[in-house]
């Protein structure tokens, strides 16, 4: 499929993934790509059309129409969905709220998964990709994959101070609810895939889970 060094990243919300993927990128000189952003993106295009985010149908209905883009430098990551910049609108909280369920609609995912596998196969030398099924469906021979966990209150403190909310028990509530339709979807979900080397993140500096995957990456290439 590719001549690019895959390394996967997979894992839930708040585990430390975009951080460490873009580290470890970046320590390597690899690309990097945050899929994630790109169903978020969708969710917004899904959104901005008006259409109910619970209504399967109607949003595997336009996934032909929308057009998501993204750059891969790991220090300056882009997403834009039907040509309009979207990195400020996808990490509130409407398109956070309704992510999961346009996540499980099955054209979403195998429109997306194309779109990520066409980007992996551009990709000189290698990438980074960060996402839920990285190291299971889209890249399930990548050379190294890594399941990122960590225990969920260090989690909801992480994401609670990524978007400013001082509410940790609500930011930890909506992550477990996200984790839910994460894990128990019918397509693609979010499991620990063969081969797959976990790292909890819990106790560890972003430092040290980087440079515990470079060296992983540094072993096998
Ligand atoms: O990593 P994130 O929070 O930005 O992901 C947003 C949502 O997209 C999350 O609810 C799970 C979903 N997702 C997915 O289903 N598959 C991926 N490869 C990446 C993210």
Redesign the pocket.
């Known amino acids: 499929m590719t001549n690019a060094f895959v390394v996967a990243v997979?894992g839930p919300?708040?585990s430390g993934?975009?951080s460490t993927a873009r580290g470890v990128a970046d320590r390597l000189g690899f690309a990097y790509l945050?899929?994630?952003?790109?169903?978020?993106a969708v969710?917004w295009a899904v959104l901005r059309r008006g259409i109910d985010t619970a209504d399967a149908g109607a949003v595997a209905g336009v996934m032909d129409q929308i057009e998501i883009t993204s750059g891969t430098d790991p220090l300056a990551p882009t997403i834009a969905a039907d040509g309009v910049d979207v990195s400020v609108e996808?990490r509130g909280d409407e398109v956070?709220a309704h992510?999961?369920p346009?996540?499980?609609v099955p054209e979403v995912?195998a429109a997306?998964?194309a779109r990520?596998r066409e980007i992996i196969a551009a990709a000189a030398g290698g990438i980074v990709v960060?996402?839920?099924?990285?190291g299971s469906?889209?890249a399930p021979d990548a050379p190294v994959k890594i399941y990122l966990v960590a225990d969920p209150e260090a989690r909801a403190a992480r994401r609670a101070a990524e978007v400013g909310a001082t509410d940790t028990a609500s930011t930890a509530a909506s992550l477990a609810r996200?984790d839910h339709?994460?894990s128990s979807?019918a397509t693609?979900p979010?499991v620990k895939s063969d081969g797959a080397v976990e790292i909890d993140s819990t106790y560890l500096t972003l430092e040290e889970v980087v440079a515990t995957i470079v060296a992983i990456v540094e072993e096998r290439r």
């Open positions: 997979d919300s708040g993934k975009s945050d899929t994630g952003a790109m169903y978020r969710t996808i956070t992510v999961s346009v996540a499980v995912r997306l998964v990520q960060e996402g839920r099924d990285i469906t889209v996200r339709i994460d979807r693609s979010l």
